[in-house]
């Protein structure tokens, strides 16, 4: 497959909602990061996720997202306008968040990159996160050859996708 995309629009009245068909030879990186835009594109009106801040639900832009981590069993969803809890799990936000910005660090932590101020690779073996309003925390060993292999990607392509 070339890097080369061919693409078509077409106007026809039998569609009220849009469709859209990838045709390839056959399935790859660029096909899936093809797909994952169109579905956040699609999701993006109605993107905003529940939190909880006591008996109260308030809804926050994914984007507002500094980290999400497991606090005392319970999983924390900390926003620039606040800390809330959660009642979804931290598998459930890796299958709803942009996986393009949001990463899993450990087995308890998902971080925004866009949120992120700095990385510290200077401890052999270990990454430390350091956010924008002073919060640091670490990457889990299990992760770190995902995290410097995403780090290298984004240095390559320019920076983090929208």
Not at 113 to 118: A, D, E, M, Q, R
Not at 129 to 143: K, L
């Amino acid at each position: 497959m070339s890097s080369r995309i061919n693409i078509n629009f077409e106007i026809d009245d039998k569609y009220e909602v849009p469709q859209v068909i990838i045709k390839t030879d056959k399935k790859s990186e660029l096909i899936d990061d093809l797909i994952r835009a169109i579905e956040r594109v699609e999701n993006k009106e109605g993107s905003k996720i529940a939190v909880y801040e006591g008996d109260t639900t308030v809804l926050v832009e994914p984007e507002s997202i500094i980290r999400l981590y497991t606090e005392n069993r319970r999983i924390v969803v900390k926003c620039e306008s606040g800390v809330y809890g959660s009642r979804l799990t931290l598998k459930e936000y890796e299958e709803i968040l942009d996986r393009d910005i949001f990463v899993r660090i450990s087995r308890f932590e998902i971080v925004n990159l866009k949120k992120v101020f700095s990385f510290d690779l200077s401890m052999a073996g270990t990454i430390k996160v350091m956010f924008g309003d002073g919060t640091e925390t670490w990457v889990a060993r299990r992760y770190v050859k995902t995290i410097q292999e995403k780090l290298n990607n984004l240095s390559k392509g320019g920076g983090i996708r929208e």
